[in-house]
Nanobody, 121 residues
Framework: QVQLVESGGGLVQPGGSLRLSCAAP????????MGWYRQGPGEERELVAG???????NYATSVKGRFTISRDNAKNTVTLQMNSLKPEDTAVYYC???????????????WGKGTLVTVSS
């Protein structure tokens, strides 16, 4: 069973920053687009940001200019740097391997268990 392991969630005040990381097995990481998704209370899971294995990125409109996704191909990790956080960013954030940059399922579809991000004063 493929394991994606997220870390870095927590409680932060509005305007603050958090950095999420996701580690994946190399055989999965190397050949797949990696993405971060989130699911807020009572909401459906949505794409936050994605990065292809050759570095192309895509962001949800709501996070453009605030969040940055990156990948370290040597360490098989993908990172989401979140700045200027807002209460509406509160959600469980999930790491994904395999979906397209648009969030469309195109084949393999691996998920982490999620990490909670709470933005509140």
């Amino acid at each position: 069973q493929v394991q994606l392991v997220e870390s870095g969630g927590g409680l932060v005040q509005p305007g603050g920053s958090l950095r999420l990381s996701c580690a994946a097995p190399g055989r999965i990481f190397r050949f797949n687009t990696m993405g971060w998704y989130r699911q807020g209370p009572g909401e459906e899971r949505e794409l936050v940001a994605g990065i292809s294995n050759d570095g192309l990125t895509n962001y949800a409109t709501s996070v453009k200019g605030r969040f940055t996704i990156s990948r370290d191909n040597a360490k098989n990790t993908v990172t989401l740097q979140m700045n200027s956080l807002k209460p509406e960013d509160t959600a469980v954030y999930y790491c994904n391997a395999g979906r397209a940059l648009t969030g469309l399922r195109v084949g393999m579809d691996y998920w982490g268990k999620g990490t909670l991000v709470t933005v509140s004063s």
